[in-house]
């Protein structure tokens, strides 16, 4: 079947642009979360959804980040007035149900903030 | 603080020359480790998932085992598409039920 999809795959912005980011997860998945990557590094938490609601946006760094998934299915992070330092590859993972089942990874988008 | 110590961060190895890759862990109560295969521009790939201490799982040449402190990553006689970045991660009780927590990853190269 179908696995986790993310697009696009790559996006190029100024600094100070808004980006939005856009996943879609495994049908019948009703867990959703962000992670987000830099080189060399593991992936960081982000934010996660459990059906339509912000479970934990701990990982969130700051008020310029934040996320949807107004339907419990496809999710958008949206990031506002981008830094330089907010390139990185961003990754979408959907599971079953949060806190028991594996996450399965996208692709991933690679932001790059000129 | 919940923290995931992977090693060696990189690692060569001869096609058939089994080694083996760690994962230390440091949470306050273990709900699972996961492990990954990362390739280069690709999102991690799941491997296994481990519960408790004692486990182990197996997939081709590729074998996990726990304890209450780390788990290993066993490679039996590697080939050239073994290659890749291993990630290890935990989630804890403590915690959110979402968030995964990370190692850095151990970059495999296996040369023919």
């Known amino acids: 079947g179908a696995g986790v999809s993310q697009t696009p795959s790559n996006k190029v912005t100024e600094k100070g642009k808004y980006v939005e980011l856009r996943c879609d997860p495994i049908?019948?998945?009703?867990?959703l979360y962000w992670y987000r990557q830099s080189l060399g590094q593991g992936p960081e938490f982000l934010i996660y959804?459990?059906?339509?609601?912000?479970?934990?946006d701990s990982g969130l760094p700051n008020d310029r980040f934040f996320a949807v998934r107004p339907e419990g299915s496809v999710s958008t992070l949206k990031i506002q007035r981008t830094e330089r330092g907010d390139s990185a590859v961003y990754l979408c993972?959907?599971?079953?149900?949060?806190?028991?089942?594996?996450?399965?990874f996208g692709p991933g988008t690679r932001l790059t903030v000129l | 603080e919940d923290q995931v110590t992977q090693s060696p961060e990189a690692l060569r190895l001869q096609e058939g020359e089994s080694s083996s890759l760690n994962c230390s862990y440091t949470?306050?109560?273990?709900?699972?480790l996961f492990w990954y295969r990362q390739d280069p521009g690709k999102g991690p790939e799941f491997l296994f998932t481990?519960?408790?201490a004692g486990e182990e799982k197996e997939k081709e040449r590729l074998k996990a085992t726990l304890t209450k402190k780390e788990s290993f990553l066993h490679i039996t006689a590697p080939k050239p598409e073994d290659s890749a970045t291993y990630l290890c991660?935990?989630?804890?009780?403590?915690?959110?039920?979402?968030?995964?927590?990370f190692g850095k990853g151990t970059k495999l190269s296996v040369k023919p």
């Open positions: 481990l519960y408790s």
């Open positions: 959804f459990q059906g339509t609601g912000a479970a934990d």
């Open positions: 049908s019948g998945h009703t867990a």
């Open positions: 949470v306050s109560g273990l709900r699972g």
């Open positions: 993972a959907s599971s079953l149900m949060a806190g028991v089942d594996e996450q399965f």
């Open positions: 991660a935990v989630l804890n009780y403590g915690g959110s039920q979402g968030n995964l927590i």
